[in-house]
């Protein structure tokens, strides 16, 4: 089976701006303060993405850790870690104006810091690398490095180059997986961990920027998701969230004879001992299929939450959107899938206000959220992202009428979120305990198989277990539980 994601001709950046020579596995050491003491150097990595991004920062924070950096990241405090740092990167998203705002608002202040502090170093990773490349260059002098998506492990080598040279060095390539497993890689989690399965995305919804920034569809190999997954658990993970843009056009090759689709490789990774919960994001209704439901039906270990976007409950805006479906096949995957899998809990995306959208357009998606119910909905102001085929059409539904429009769907969705949940109470389910709470350290954090968050009293030796939790209160989108 072959990574290429069919690109010929990968371009590199890195060949237009220096070429990178390392000196691999060397401890990073730095002489400060003037009594001679060693430090090793210090790197803050913030993710401004989605959880293949959060992942990814993982992985980054893992490689540099292991080539001797030592990660500051402590109580997520954007200056204060970066003040503590000796190199700032930021892992960057560009599926909305808002995430790469968010970016730029911090390249101008961490610029101001480097006048002060010239020894600063700072980069970018992510989305947003693959989306402007050298073009970033240009904008923003202050910049040191970007390292594409599927250059992750030649960090310390680009961070080497910078601190050598003080130029500008670039490592971004087009071709092969922008997906790294990696056993030195810094998981937040004990008992939870992400694996990334696809990347890229071949449905080319006319909104989205991700198959310009991810590429097409390209995925891991069946053997190497199994053996990474066995890896996890040898580590004590107890529960995996499958990643990819589009985990139900896993294509993972042949085993024993079988293609390794989607719902095969759920049942292959179901057979692991050790493995208790399983569960995947995210998913296009296209891929969507009655076998999918299925076997998850039959197997305990997945996970009841499925996301299925839906972005518009509009046949005319799902075709200018070329979401593949009109809005009745939409809803007779879900009375399926609600038919073969009990109790599972289906969420969505919504995007509020695309080029377009009459009042009609919006009241119908208004009107899905009433009829299908779902346990949650994300919505999203419609921002047109350069380079999309949509980014051709008007903009036409000014700001504050995207606000509206934004503001109502959500208030429709938080009152069905909370009706849907007080049908829990009274129950007893099935809770995986993940944590302590953080607002009070008595209380334990766990999740339910459909993912909904629960708060109970008990002892801590119970994190990473299953429990029986008797569902009794509600607060905000939180259940309320005794053991
Ligand atoms: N692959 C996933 C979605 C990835 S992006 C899928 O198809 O379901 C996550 C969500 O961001 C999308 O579902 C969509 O609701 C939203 N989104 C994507 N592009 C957007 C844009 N240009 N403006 C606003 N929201 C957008
Ligand atoms: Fe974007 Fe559509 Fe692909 Fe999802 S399915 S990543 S929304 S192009
Ligand atoms: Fe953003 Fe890239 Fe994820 S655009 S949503 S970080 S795939």
């Not at 009293?457 to 990473?464: E, N």
Request: aromatic share 6%.
């Amino acid at each position: 089976m072959t990574l290429s994601n069919g690109l010929s001709n990968p371009i590199s950046v890195s060949e237009q701006c220096c070429e990178i020579v390392g000196n691999k596995g060397t401890m990073r050491e730095e002489v400060t303060g003037g009594n001679g003491a060693k430090q090793r150097l210090r790197v803050c990595i913030k993710s401004f993405g989605c959880q293949m991004n959060m992942y990814d920062t993982e992985v980054a924070e893992g490689i540099l850790a292991h080539e001797g950096y030592e990660i500051v990241n402590g109580g997520g405090r954007v200056r204060e870690d970066d003040e503590r740092a000796d190199v700032v990167l930021m892992n960057t998203c560009s599926v909305r104006e808002h995430a790469e705002d968010r970016v730029y608002g911090r390249l101008g202040m961490l610029g101001k810091a480097k006048k002060k502090n010239p020894e600063l170093i700072l980069g970018l990773m992510g989305c947003m690398v693959e989306e402007h490349r050298e073009k970033l260059f240009k904008r923003f002098p202050q910049l040191d490095f970007m390292v594409g998506t599927r250059n992750i492990k030649d960090l310390p080598l680009v961070i080497d180059e910078v601190r050598k040279r003080r130029h500008q060095v670039a490592k971004i390539r087009h071709d092969g997986i922008s997906i790294e497993y990696t056993d030195v890689i810094k998981r937040r989690g004990t008992f939870h961990a992400w694996l990334p399965i696809m990347t890229g995305c071949d449905k080319i919804c006319t909104y989205c920027i991700v198959p310009i920034t991810r590429g097409r569809e390209v995925s891991m190999p069946a053997r190497e998701v199994y053996r990474e997954a066995s890896r996890l658990v040898s580590e004590g993970v107890r529960w995996i969230t499958l990643l990819g843009q589009n985990v139900n056009s896993y294509r993972g090759g042949e085993l024993d004879g079988k293609a390794m689709l989607f719902p095969e490789l759920l049942e292959m990774l179901c057979e692991i001992d050790g493995l208790e919960r399983i569960s995947f994001t995210t998913s296009h209704p296209h891929d969507a299929t009655e076998e999918l439901y299925r076997v998850i039906a039959q197997n305990p270990k997945i996970s009841r939450r499925f996301h299925l976007p839906l972005q518009s409950a509009s046949d005319r805006m799902l075709k200018r959107m070329a979401r593949l479906h009109t809005f009745a096949e939409y809803t007779a995957k879900i009375d399926l899938m609600c038919e073969l899998i009990p109790d599972v809990s289906v969420t969505t995306d919504i995007i509020a206000g695309f080029s377009g959208e009459t009042e009609e357009d919006h009241e119908a998606t208004k009107r899905a959220l009433e009829e299908i119910r779902f346990d949650s909905a994300f919505v999203y102001k419609y921002s047109v992202r350069q380079g999309t085929p949509a980014s051709k059409l008007p903009d036409d539904v000014p700001a504050d009428v995207k606000e509206k429009r934004n503001n109502e769907l959500l208030e429709v969705q938080r009152r069905i979120t909370r009706e849907n949940n007080v049908k829990w109470l009274g129950r007893t389910v099935g809770v995986f305990v993940e944590a302590r709470s953080v607002k009070d350290a008595n209380q334990l954090v766990g999740r339910m198989d459909q993912d909904k968050k629960v708060v109970f009293s008990g002892d801590p030796f119970l994190i990473g277990t299953f429990q029986k939790v008797r569902l009794v209160d509600l607060q905000h989108e939180t259940l309320l539980g005794t053991l």
